[in-house]
């Protein structure tokens, strides 16, 4: 069925051409009966940009046509029965930010239900002091993933260079691509860290405090407090430090 405009098509003379199907009711609304009803929809002054939504068995599916209205490229398809929504060709795309799949009607206790982010990019990470003075790195690399507000990081520092940097502070990790969410009691998220020319006891793990936005290295010992390795632990031009960590964004 095509549907020409003649002062709108919702204006006072719309025709009809093309009427191929069964049987054709205009009164409030339009019913197409057939064994496949389908609305072609075509745009003047384009080329295969048009649109076809027709109805197959139990599904509703909305495809792209060329001009002739063949060449079918479904796009979206609604499985009547089951509810059950395909995107055959194509991103689900969430246009608006904070908006996501709810899954609200799942039974639990949390405090949302919203899934509304992933990501997948790279960082660079930066050593530093406890000052904010940068040193450098003979190859700086991380890769990130976040899902919901989980993100999983990995470092990637060999040859660090600490000239600049305060002997006996803190040896830190900056760049991250996000901070750190703020969480009850102060908390701290660890990971597993592999490291060449640096000096430690116990063991080692990359550190991340709640609301900061920074890697440390613990020391950590049976029976005594844990500690952090200072910049003086770490051989100037030799030191590596690989590993990966998990920790909560705010």
Known sequence: MTIKQQGGIFGRNPSFNDLDAEQVTVNGK??????RPQIFLHEID????????????????FAQVDDANSNVVPRVTLEMDTGNFTVNDGNLVIGTSGKGIDFSA????????????????TWTPDPQDSSG???????????YTKIGNVVHATVYLDNIVTTGLTAGQ??????????AASLPQSQIFTGD??????????????????ATDYIRITETNSGAASDF???SQVASGSGDIYGSITYMAA
């Open 30 to 35: 339009v019913n197409i009966k057939s064994n």
């Open 46 to 61: 384009r080329t295969d940009n048009n649109a076809r939504i027709e109805v197959t068995g139990d599904l509703l599916r």
């Open 106 to 121: 799942t039974s639990g206790t949390g405090t949302s239900e919203l899934f509304d982010d992933y990501e997948e990019g």
């Open 133 to 143: 003075n940068s040193g450098s790195a003979g190859t700086s690399a991380g890769n």
């Open 170 to 179: 803190d040896f830190r990790i900056y760049g991250l691509p996000f901070t």
């Open 193 to 210: 860290a592999r490291m060449n020319d640096v000096t430690f006891s116990g063991n080692p793990n990359l550190a991340i405090l709640d």
């Open 229 to 231: 390795v200072i910049v």
